[in-house]
């Protein structure tokens, strides 16, 4: 049995599964998020981005405005945990995980978070 922590354990319970503190999982590397109350918001907003950008700049550089989204989901967070999953060739990914302590501070940051994109 291996002592190894799981490193989508959640900072505040202990789960690793269906975490009602967790706020978002970011792929850094491919730039999706793919889990938590902010998925869908968060990669709407990042579409929108891209596609607001390449109509003055085709080849703009994604990786600041990434960073800038994920500085503002951070801003929103309680706690964070990074970790590397190494998968086969061009498939391995950082992953980031942004935790709220409370289930009140995950409804009142995905309303701020999804009013400043309307805004």
Request: charge should be negative; hydrophobic fraction near 30%.
């Amino acid at each position: 049995m291996s002592s190894e922590k799981d490193p989508n354990e959640c900072l505040f319970c202990n789960a690793t599964s269906d975490c009602l503190h967790l706020l978002l999982i970011v792929d850094k590397t491919f730039r999706t998020a793919d889990g938590g109350q902010l998925r869908k918001a968060f990669n709407s907003r990042w579409c929108a981005i891209c596609v607001e950008q390449t109509k003055d700049d085709e080849d703009f550089d994604e990786s600041a405005l990434f960073e800038k989204l994920i500085e503002e989901v951070d801003s929103l967070s309680d706690a964070t945990n990074r970790y590397d999953h190494e998968g086969a060739p061009g498939c391995s990914s950082e992953y980031q995980l942004f935790f709220c302590d409370t289930q009140e501070k995950i409804k009142v940051n995905r309303y701020h978070f999804c009013r400043h994109f309307l805004a």
